[in-house]
């Protein structure tokens, strides 16, 4: 099933802006959450087809609220793509142990996210 509605769950209003054009210029629709508590909340309500989530978040932190999600029966079919500043390898294993299915390091290329979405089953 091709991906049409995507959250964005990032607490930079910055980044959320500049996500949100990138992906709604490409025709995808797009809901926001600023943190992973809201983020779970929006992707229980709203059942998008892939969930762009940001690491660093008060609340809940991005690898905390993946691995909710992955492990819920509502959201675990639910695609997570990791965007984050904490390019580490470390970093990157560890948000796929938590259930992601890639890790893109900010600042995001929109090129590349955009293929990345594409490249998803």
Do not use: H
Not at 75 to 87: L, M
């Amino acid at each position: 099933m091709p991906v049409k509605n995507i959250l964005v769950v990032d607490d930079s209003p910055t980044e959320r802006f500049f996500t949100v054009d990138v992906l709604t210029k490409a025709g995808y629709q797009v809901i926001t959450a600023e943190n992973g508590e809201d983020g779970i909340a929006k992707a229980k309500a709203n059942k998008p087809d892939l969930i762009l989530m940001d690491v660093v978040m008060p609340c809940l932190n991005g690898y905390q609220a993946t691995r909710t999600l992955t492990r819920n029966e509502e959201t675990k079919d639910i695609p997570v793509i990791v965007c984050t500043s904490k390019g580490q390898e470390t970093d990157k294993i560890w948000g796929l142990r938590q259930g992601a299915v890639d890790y893109l390091v900010k600042p995001l290329n929109p090129d590349e996210l955009l293929k990345r979405i594409a490249a998803l089953p």
